[in-house]
């Protein structure tokens, strides 16, 4: 059961932001992901963003306040921490955390999960919807391959998460907690041991995705991995599915890997967005380093005045009828949105026939 439609999407919960668009008015995005810091403790072999350099860089915490203000206000209702580095490098991300709830903004993160420690758990935990741990396998030698770092990092971050667990038991703090393998060629044998830890540690959710070879990755290894060699796993994972904790084994999300024809335009980018840690407001993350989808600095500017900007202007109207989706990055973010507004802009025969 994928109650959080982690191998879906949310937009139809979103009908009047929907209708907006649909009409042809500005709408401000209803999610954006943000990266706070550029440096990284991991080198993960599958890294997508490993071309951005890990940059040493981090957005300035005041001015990220008073930006995520303006955010708030003008109607985001969503930040997910990620990006190019791991968050909580970030000196004062358990304050930003805070703030951006306090804003008006939900927040998740995505995070290795080796700083998340006791005094940032008891710090924001509080504030977070969800935070979501890579993990990459349970065998210690093969997390630290994977991972490109220590073997003892693996059970740190097990214990990190056990105790976040604790924690929001003890505070009665409605938090989800949960955990992420990206399926590989080196860990296919640990996804079943890894799902039993993760239900006996409490966690709320381990997801089993696929790998997807990103546009300007340094890596390449596994841009021809297959899985369709590997789907007899979802039976198997299935098996520690209980009311309290499920696998999410995106097996459609693996079988698109294989599709050829998809939507004709990418729809999407209206509805989220992209900031860097240098403040850099992007129209899609698979293309950061690409001018043609650089919006502007947020951090020098504000978010209104670059969203409503005549650049964000031109870079739609090339989106909308200069770019070849059939050159985008193979279910990129917001694919499963791109294939719902698709459909409303071009429906089938017979749609009043509900």
Same mark, same amino acid.
Request: charged content about 25%.
């Given at each position: 059961?994928?109650?959080?439609?982690?191998?879906? &999407?949310?937009?139809?919960?979103?009908?009047?932001?929907?209708?907006?668009?649909?009409?042809?008015?500005?709408?401000?995005? %209803?999610?954006?992901?943000?990266?706070?810091?550029?440096?990284?403790? &991991?080198?993960?072999?599958?890294?997508?963003?490993?071309?951005?350099?890990?940059?040493?860089?981090?957005?300035?915490?005041?001015?990220?306040?008073?930006?995520?203000?303006?955010?708030?206000?003008?109607?985001?209702?969503?930040?997910?921490?990620?990006?190019?580095?791991?968050?909580?490098?970030?000196?004062?991300?358990?304050?930003?955390?805070?703030?951006?709830?306090?804003?008006? %903004?939900?927040?998740?993160?995505?995070?290795?999960?080796?700083?998340?420690?006791?005094?940032? %758990?008891?710090?924001?935990?509080?504030?977070?919807?969800? %935070?979501?741990?890579?993990?990459?396998?349970?065998?210690?030698?093969?997390?630290?391959?994977?991972?490109?770092?220590?073997?003892?990092?693996?059970?740190?971050?097990?214990?990190?998460?056990?105790?976040?667990?604790?924690?929001r038991k003890e505070q009665n703090i409605d938090a989800t907690v949960g955990m992420q393998m990206i399926l590989l060629p080196e860990n296919i044998d640990d996804a079943?041991?890894?799902?039993?830890?993760?239900?006996?540690?409490?966690?709320?959710?381990?997801?089993?995705?696929?790998?997807?070879?990103?546009?300007?990755?340094?890596?390449?290894?596994?841009?021809?991995?297959?899985?369709? !060699?590997?789907? &007899?796993?979802?039976?198997?994972?299935?098996?520690?599915?209980?009311? !309290?904790?499920?696998?999410?084994?995106?097996?459609?999300?693996?079988?698109?890997?294989?599709?050829?024809?998809?939507?004709?335009?990418?729809?999407?980018?209206?509805?989220?967005?992209?900031?860097?840690?240098?403040?850099?407001?992007?129209?899609?993350?698979?293309?950061?380093?690409?001018?043609?989808?650089?919006?502007?600095?947020?951090?020098?500017?504000?978010?209104?005045?670059?969203?409503?900007?005549?650049?964000?202007?031109?870079?739609?109207?090339?989106?909308?009828?200069?770019?070849?989706?059939?050159?985008?990055?193979?279910?990129?973010?917001?694919?499963?949105?791109?294939?719902?507004?698709?459909?409303?802009?071009?429906?089938?025969?017979?749609?009043?026939?509900?």
């Amino acid at each position: 059961m994928d109650k959080f439609k982690i191998d879906s &999407h949310k937009l139809l919960y979103h009908v009047p932001r929907v209708n907006d668009w649909l009409d042809g008015k500005n709408i401000y995005p %209803i999610y954006v992901e943000v990266s706070p810091i550029g440096a990284c403790n &991991h080198r993960c072999t599958y890294c997508g963003l490993d071309y951005m350099g890990y940059q040493p860089r981090s957005l300035e915490t005041e001015n990220l306040k008073k930006l995520l203000t303006e955010m708030g206000a003008l109607g985001v209702k969503s930040i997910m921490y990620a990006g190019e580095g791991e968050p909580f490098l970030h000196k004062d991300m358990g304050a930003l955390i805070n703030h951006t709830k306090a804003s008006g %903004i939900d927040v998740a993160v995505t995070s290795n999960g080796v700083l998340f420690n006791k005094d940032l %758990i008891r710090e924001c935990l509080k504030s977070i919807t969800w %935070i979501k741990v890579s993990i990459n396998a349970l065998t210690p030698s093969v997390y630290a391959a994977v991972h490109k770092t220590k073997e003892t990092d693996v059970e740190m971050v097990l214990d990190n998460i056990s105790y976040a667990i604790e924690y929001r038991k003890e505070q009665n703090i409605d938090a989800t907690v949960g955990m992420q393998m990206i399926l590989l060629p080196e860990n296919i044998d640990d996804a079943v041991p890894l799902a039993k830890k993760a239900r006996e540690i409490g966690a709320d959710y381990l997801v089993i995705k696929p790998y997807s070879q990103h546009l300007k990755s340094n890596t390449t290894q596994y841009k021809d991995f297959k899985y369709s !060699d590997y789907m &007899h796993l979802e039976e198997q994972l299935a098996a520690e599915n209980r009311d !309290d904790f499920n696998v999410v084994f995106r097996g459609h999300t693996m079988e698109k890997l294989e599709e050829k024809d998809r939507y004709k335009c990418c729809n999407a980018l209206p509805f989220w967005s992209y900031i860097d840690a240098g403040g850099g407001l992007w129209a899609c993350s698979a293309y950061l380093g690409d001018e043609r989808f650089s919006l502007g600095n947020v951090m020098e500017d504000g978010f209104e005045k670059v969203w409503t900007s005549d650049r964000r202007t031109e870079v739609m109207k090339y989106v909308a009828e200069g770019l070849d989706t059939s050159e985008c990055r193979v279910n990129c973010r917001m694919d499963e949105i791109n294939r719902y507004l698709w459909e409303l802009k071009n429906p089938p025969g017979h749609v009043n026939f509900i």
